[in-house]
């Protein structure tokens, strides 16, 4: 019984440690910035999918944003220097394609720094980033990246980017 | 379906010949797309359509990294697209046409993305994660693509005489590719049979639904069935498939594997 016991407790133990091992990869990771929007890291993106260490192996899954977001590329490499940078010998970075990323998964924290850089967030309840008025008109669906439209206030005017809807 | 009906060379690799016909066809109109760049009418419209080749442009690397994966010789998106012959591509001969006046280019688009709404819709359910999770997201992305050819044939339909002679001219020389996209064989029998996809000509009713409602509104006829082309999914291509690979594939055909 006593020994069920300790063994049990000694399982415990041995997942919290690599749990923890596995969060500090997560934090790490999720602190690395968006190349094309300075002011969001992924983990305001919620672009981190699945981390698996294994001694000094890392294998990471991400999910893509938009299919031809040029970023892509950077992101995978700033992961890469990241995770080397902290001591592993083996880093591998996979592409999960589902679910879906969807601009919902961009957490509260991220929307607040882009309406404070500017840009509109997604979501129904858009208001522009400069005067917080409701009245919000698209002039092109596509705009600087491929996850912004152009967009102007009818009320100040003032022309922004926001974050499209998909 | 029964595999011994098939022609053998398709279903040696039927996974891999799925990913890479839709990986060509996104690549092949990327290419063409992005033509369009610093020429389109305004700022805004070059935008968009540098927009949306690289949303095809990223869409097709996903499609032949996978067909690269699963295919398991360690062929990569790279050598999948600069590496093969103009016989050895499976796209659609729509999107190979040449861009045309800009009447052409936008009818071609709203056939292509009112197909690619079908298309990925049908594949969103199926058993095959990796094209069900890729297919969501190209759903959604064709959706845009599709709000934005309409609103133009719409515009160009409707607009001034000239405007309605092109955008109709257009559409009547388009017309013959819209069969294609909705024809069966081997690999679309083997999908539906192996991953629940239902086979595409069960769609056509809704594409052309879908298509005839843009066409009303732009008071624009719809062209009647004359002579139907096919052949790209068999590497049969028009003339002008050659010229866009030649264009596209010249560097690495001149310096193999070259990087920078």
């Known amino acids: 019984m006593d020994a069920t016991h300790i063994s049990g407790t000694r399982v415990v133990i041995a997942l919290q440690a690599l749990g923890s091992r596995e969060t500090r990869v997560r934090r790490l990771l999720e602190a690395i910035p968006d190349p094309e929007l300075p002011m969001l890291d992924l983990g305001d993106l919620g672009l981190v999918r699945d981390v698996h260490v294994e001694d000094g192996a890392v294998e990471v899954s991400i999910t893509p944003t938009f299919l031809g977001c040029p970023a892509l590329d950077s992101m995978r490499r700033s992961i890469r220097e990241a995770l080397v940078g902290d001591g592993f010998d ?10 879906a990323w969807s601009v919902e998964w961009i957490s509260p924290a991220g929307r607040a720094k882009l309406r404070s850089a500017g840009i509109a967030p997604p979501g129904s309840a858009r208001v522009c980033p400069h005067c917080s008025a409701e009245a919000i008109r698209v002039v092109s669906e596509f705009g600087p990246t491929p996850c912004q439209a152009l967009s102007a206030c009818r009320a100040c005017g003032e022309p922004f980017t926001s974050i499209r809807d998909l | 379906m029964n595999p011994a009906a098939a022609p053998a060379e398709v279903l040696t ?16 109109l990327a290419q063409r797309l992005s033509m369009w760049v610093s020429r389109a009418p305004d700022l805004e419209e070059d935008l968009a359509l540098g927009n ?6 990223g869409l097709a690397r996903a499609l032949l990294t996978y067909a690269g994966e699963v295919e398991g010789a360690g062929r990569t998106e790279d050598q999948l697209a600069m590496g093969r012959t103009e016989r050895q591509f499976t796209n659609l001969l729509l999107v190979e046409q040449p861009n045309g006046d800009f009447a052409m280019t936008m009818g071609r688009q709203l056939l292509f993305d009112a197909y690619q709404l079908e298309l990925w819709d049908s594949m969103a359910g199926c058993s ?10 190209a759903s959604n992305e064709a959706r845009y693509h599709f709000l934005h050819s309409s609103t133009w044939v719409e515009r160009l339909g409707d607009g001034t005489e000239e405007s309605h002679q092109r ?8 017309w013959q590719f819209t069969d294609e996209p909705f024809e069966g064989d081997a690999v679309t029998a083997w999908a539906a049979a192996e991953l629940g996809v239902a086979p595409l000509g069960e769609h056509r009713d809704r594409w052309e639904f879908r298509v005839d409602k843009v066409l009303s509104k732009a008071r624009l006829d719809k062209p009647s069935s004359g002579n139907r082309r096919s052949g790209g999914r068999s590497g049969r291509h ?23």
Not at chain 2, 13 to 28: C, E, F, K, Q, T
Not at chain 2, 167 to 174: E, P, R, T
Not at chain 2, 239 to 250: K, N, R, S, V
């Open chain 1, 90 to 99: 083996q880093v591998e970075v996979r592409t999960v394609y589902s679910p």
């Open chain 2, 13 to 28: 690799a039927p996974l891999h010949s799925l990913a890479l016909r839709h990986g060509d066809d996104n690549l092949v």
């Open chain 2, 52 to 57: 949306i080749a690289l949303d095809h442009l």
């Open chain 2, 128 to 137: 095959d994660e990796a094209l069900a999770g890729l297919a969501m997201r």
């Open chain 2, 167 to 174: 955008m109709q001219a257009a559409l009547d020389w388009l």
């Open chain 2, 238 to 260: 028009s003339e002008h498939l050659g010229h866009l690979l030649a264009e596209m594939q010249w560097m690495q055909r001149t310096y193999p594997g070259l990087e920078w």
